[in-house]
C-alpha cells in the first residue's frame, strides 16, 4: 500500500504552524520530558517528521542540540519562517545519507509514522537506527486510528478544510 503524504500542503503547513500545544494537544507531549529524562543519555537529537517544528522546538526547550527533518518542504519553510534560528532539513525521497551515522542520542517522531506506509516504516527504521550511537534511543509517538476517529482529542481533522484558520478540530 502507498500512502499519499497530506503533509505536503501549503495551506496544511499554515494550519500546522498554528496548533503549537493549545486545547488537548498538550497531553500528546505530557509523559515525554520523563520518558526522554529516564532513556537518553546525551543532548543531539534528530525530530524525524518535524512538520512546522512543534516537536523540534519541544526538544529544544528541554536542552537538546536538535536537527529538524522533514519530506514536505512546506512544512520545512514553515518552520524555518517561525524559527529563524533552528536547524531545519528537508529529505527528499527520505534519502539520510547526508546525515552522519552513530552520532545521535535520540531520534523522536512524534506523529510521523501515522502516516508511513508498512514497508517504508521498516526501511526508515532501520535507517534511523543506524543514525543512533551505541546508547542512542529512537522514540515514536504515534496515534491509534481512534483518536482522528472520534472526538476524544483535538487531533482530530475531519473538518479542516471547512476552517479559516489552521486551528484543527475545534
Ligand atoms: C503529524 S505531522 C507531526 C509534526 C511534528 N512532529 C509535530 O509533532 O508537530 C507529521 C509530519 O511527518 C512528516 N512525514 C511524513 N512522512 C514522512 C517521511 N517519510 N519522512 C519524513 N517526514 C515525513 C510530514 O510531512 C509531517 O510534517
Not at 15 to 38: G, P, S, V
Not at 41 to 56: E, P, Q, Y
Not at 82 to 111: I, N
Request: one cysteine or more.
Amino acid at each position: 500500500m502507498t500512502f499519499a503524504n497530506c503533509y505536503e500542503d501549503g495551506t496544511r503547513a499554515e494550519a500546522y504552524a498554528t496548533l503549537e500545544f493549545k486545547n488537548t494537544y498538550h497531553l500528546a507531549y505530557r509523559d515525554i520530558q520523563a520518558i526522554l529524562h529516564a532513556h537518553v543519555r546525551g543532548r543531539r537529537a534528530m525530530d524525524f517528521g518535524c512538520g512546522t517544528g512543534r516537536s523540534t522546538r519541544f526538544l529544544c526547550q528541554l536542552g537538546f542540540e536538535v536537527t529538524g527533518v522533514d519530506i514536505a518542504e512546506d512544512m520545512i519553510r514553515k518552520a524555518r519562517e517561525l524559527d529563524s534560528s533552528g536547524d531545519y532539513r528537508l529529505v527528499p525521497g527520505d534519502d539520510l545519507r547526508s546525515f552522519p551515522p552513530g552520532t545521535y542520542d535520540l531520534v523522536l517522531a512524534a506523529f510521523t509514522f501515522d502516516n508511513i506506509a508498512g514497508q517504508d516504516k521498516v526501511r526508515l527504521l532501520r535507517d534511523l537506527g543506524r543514525l543512533l550511537n551505541r546508547e542512542g534511543k529512537l522514540v515514536l509517538i504515534v496515534s491509534r486510528p481512534d483518536i482522528y476517529i472520534h472526538e476524544w482529542a483535538s487531533f482530530f481533522d475531519k473538518r479542516l478544510s471547512r476552517k479559516p484558520t489552521g486551528e484543527i478540530g475545534r
